[in-house]
């Protein structure tokens, strides 16, 4: 099996983040083959090393890799808000389970959920170009000013303007559906980039994260994702693909 770095051994074990190893690490609480680690950095070979924290052996948990179709009225945190349930109450009980990225309370589609929170961190990450698709259903129709823009960027305001990697508008009754595929997620880009253009959002929808498509997932509905999905979302970010088949 690859070998991982210590840290990401420990975050995928459920033990604690990436973060929190090195203070693991320097307060001496582990052991790689009985012997202290230099650091989190150090190589793990899960299929012959044995670690251990405070003395019990740890191993990696299940990777887990789904797709969810977020329905609205849902946030993406954890922890519910006053009005809203969490999308983990639509998710397995899985330790270390994260989100890839979130959508806002208002809008919905395929949502990625892992528990290698490494990988996930990479997808969100501007750096690697993983473009997000989505469909807008909008109230107004662009101007050739903001055709231009989509073309050009679309200026926000104090931030870099957002550029999508490719767009399609389709005239309906009292606007009509913008398609854009983004390559970043800052916060409520979508909704921000209509504002910009005069456009009102009437619906939401993310239909495609990399390799993975919302497809006929129902509302509320998830999946695990395929082989192929799966090895060709660790290709996007640059990691290797898991030897050992991912659980959904």
């Not at 395929?110 to 528990?115: A, H, P, R, S």
């Not at 979508?190 to 993975?212: E, M, Q, S």
Request: net charge positive; charged share 20%.
């Amino acid at each position: 099996m690859t070998p991982l770095r210590l840290a990401r051994f420990l975050a995928r074990a459920g033990v604690v983040s990436r973060r929190g190893a090195a203070e693991l690490v320097a307060a001496g609480s582990v052991r790689i083959n009985g012997v202290p680690p230099r650091g989190p950095g150090d190589p793990v070979d899960p299929a012959r090393d044995v670690v251990t924290v405070d003395g019990r052996p740890v191993g990696l948990a299940a990777l887990v890799w789904l797709a969810l179709h977020k329905p609205p009225g849902y946030v993406t945190s954890r922890r519910a808000a006053e009005r809203f349930p969490s999308v983990f109450a639509l998710l397995p009980d899985e330790p270390g389970l994260v989100t890839v990225g979130r959508l806002d309370v208002y809008s919905e589609g395929v949502l990625l959920c892992t528990t290698d929170g490494g990988a996930a961190h990479r997808l969100m990450h501007p750096r690697w170009q993983v473009p997000r698709t989505y469909r807008v259903a909008v109230a107004g129709v662009p101007s050739p000013a903001a055709r231009a823009q989509l073309a050009s960027g679309v200026p926000l305001a104090d931030e870099a303007p957002v550029r999508p990697a490719a767009w399609r508008f389709t005239p309906g009754r009292g606007g009509g559906m913008l398609e854009l595929e983004l390559c970043e997620g800052r916060s409520r880009i979508l909704r921000r980039l209509c504002a910009a253009l005069g456009l009102g959002v009437r619906r939401l929808v993310r239909t495609a994260y990399g390799p993975v498509r919302l497809g006929a997932l129902p509302p509320g509905g998830t999946r695990p994702l395929t082989p192929r999905e799966t090895a060709a979302l660790y290709r996007a970010v640059g990691l290797p693909v898991p030897p050992r088949p991912t659980l959904g």
